[in-house]
């Protein structure tokens, strides 16, 4: 939603405000809604894998004591990484090392009025720190947003047609520029409602809706995929009723193939928790299309003053709401907004850190979630034919190999959901 730098804009703020049941924490907030989600996990999450061990020569290693260990999920959990420095104070300390203990995605940001506040002039060295600090870490990447009309750019020219051409020539260059560091992409944002923004940024919504909407998303898109083949390309909207799955059904080619790769949900509850019977309706709904679902940003504030819900009872709500997330087949991302109360959007408590780095409850029941509830940590014994089987979460794993009193081999093998190819897999031990 936000960028670094941006200047003051009056927005129109979408969250959600909701009515709390008192059970809206416990397991089961509408009939059923969390039933069922630990075996949809087991089912959706996890694959039956086989690693067959072999020595520099070939040989089976009959017997090998096998360490494996998930160090990184394939499921992306991020956060927007706007507040990330490179300072030795104490807050930037806490707030890189927590990212790096938590999570695995990152969400820089490209807002236009912010990246690019004078002709020419970029936030690309910035950019490239972070995403450097994020590969050391195996930490992955996505851009956001190429094209939305949030704000004008001051230095934008009045002609319709040089806006547009500047406009779309963005996306070209960011895509192809960042190919290989940045390779996921909120190519629009928030198009359902682009009208609304016609009064805070003039031009760029004159050039955007002239050609129509659709085209325009369209036009956005095509130049995204020729830009970088690679990508993985998002629409992404706050909206999450019908009239944005009816804007996603009309981004097709001429064989009726979607035009992006991923669906990107917001859901930024700043009036109160949402009920999780209808975050699960909105995946139902959004699954049909048949791309996979990304929650580009989510937000839950750790204090509810007006319903007396605390730090406390928020987090076991998290916890609920990434069970839920985590359950659904569909479901591929969730991005949280934002890391710390420190810089969050609309000065929310919205951060799973407070504003002096220190970890609030919900950041350490997502800890135990994803580090402890899903995660694969198995010391196996290899059998005649060198070979290890046993289920796990898909992700990236290390396997130790015993070779000797205190000599452990060690590999990384990656085992991926939709590619099964990859569960089974020949490692060679040296």
């Known amino acids: 939603?936000?960028?670094?730098?941006?200047?003051?804009?009056?927005?129109?703020?979408?969250?959600?405000?909701?009515?709390?049941?008192?059970?809206?924490?416990?397991?089961?907030?509408?009939?059923?809604?969390?039933?069922?989600?630990?075996?949809?996990?087991?089912?959706?999450?996890?694959?039956?894998?086989?690693?067959?061990?072999?020595?520099?020569?070939?040989?089976?290693?009959?017997?090998?004591?096998?360490?494996?260990?998930?160090?990184?999920?394939?499921?992306?959990?991020?956060?927007?990484?706007?507040?990330?420095s490179d300072g030795r104070d104490e807050f930037s300390g806490r707030y890189r090392d927590r990212y790096e203990a938590l999570l695995n995605y990152a969400t820089l940001p490209f807002y236009w009025w912010a990246y690019e506040p004078e002709p020419g002039k970029t936030d690309e060295a910035r950019a490239r720190r972070i995403a450097a600090w994020c590969a050391e870490r195996g930490i992955a990447l996505k851009g956001h947003p190429l094209v939305w009309n949030h704000a004008d750019p001051v230095w934008l020219p009045d002609d319709e047609t040089k806006v547009r051409a500047l406009t779309f020539g963005r996306v070209d260059a960011l895509v192809k520029a960042f190919a290989g560091t940045v390779d996921v992409w909120d190519v629009v944002n928030e198009p359902t409602d682009w009208e609304r923004n016609e009064k805070q940024a003039p031009r760029t919504t004159k050039a955007l809706m002239a050609p129509g909407k659709i085209e325009a998303v369209k036009d956005a898109l095509r130049r995204a995929r020729a830009a970088n083949p690679k990508a993985t390309l998002l629409v992404n909207d706050y909206v999450?009723?019908?009239?944005?799955?009816?804007?996603?059904?009309?981004?097709?080619?001429?064989?009726?193939?979607?035009?992006?790769?991923?669906?990107?949900?917001?859901?930024?509850?700043?009036?109160?928790?949402?009920?999780?019977?209808?975050?699960?309706?909105?995946?139902?709904?959004?699954?049909?299309?048949?791309?996979?679902?990304?929650?580009?940003?989510?937000?839950?504030?750790?204090?509810?003053?007006?319903?007396?819900?605390?730090?406390?009872?928020?987090?076991?709500?998290?916890?609920?709401?990434?069970?839920?997330?985590?359950?659904?087949?569909?479901?591929?991302?969730?991005?949280?907004?934002?890391?710390?109360?420190?810089?969050?959007?609309?000065?929310?408590?919205?951060?799973?850190?407070?504003?002096?780095?220190?970890?609030?409850?919900?950041?350490?029941?997502?800890m135990k979630l994803v580090h402890t509830t899903w995660t694969t940590k198995l010391v196996l014994r290899a059998g005649d034919d060198g070979a290890v089987r046993f289920r796990g979460f898909f992700g990236t794993y290390e396997v130790r190999v015993r070779r000797g009193p205190n000599v452990w081999a060690t590999s990384r093998v990656t085992f991926k959901r939709h590619d099964k190819t990859t569960h089974a897999q020949q490692v060679a031990v040296k």
């Open 1 to 84: 939603m936000r960028g670094l730098g941006m200047r003051l804009i009056v927005m129109v703020v979408a969250c959600w405000a909701v009515a709390v049941p008192a059970s809206w924490a416990a397991a089961g907030d509408g009939p059923g809604v969390l039933d069922g989600a630990p075996e949809r996990i087991e089912q959706c999450r996890k694959g039956d894998f086989a690693l067959v061990l072999n020595d520099a020569g070939g040989r089976p290693l009959r017997g090998a004591e096998v360490e494996v260990e998930l160090t990184r999920h394939e499921f992306l959990f991020g956060c927007n990484i706007f507040m990330w």
């Open 240 to 366: 999450t009723s019908d009239e944005f799955y009816a804007v996603l059904d009309e981004l097709r080619d001429d064989e009726g193939t979607p035009l992006f790769d991923a669906i990107g949900l917001q859901t930024h509850m700043h009036g109160g928790p949402r009920p999780l019977e209808d975050i699960w309706a909105v995946c139902e709904r959004f699954a049909k299309l048949g791309g996979p679902l990304h929650f580009t940003e989510v937000t839950v504030l750790s204090e509810y003053p007006d319903k007396k819900l605390g730090e406390k009872e928020t987090a076991r709500y998290v916890a609920d709401l990434y069970t839920l997330l985590f359950s659904h087949p569909a479901v591929e991302a969730i991005t949280w907004w934002d890391f710390s109360d420190r810089g969050a959007w609309l000065d929310a408590k919205a951060g799973l850190l407070r504003a002096d780095g220190t970890p609030k409850p919900a950041c350490e029941e997502l």
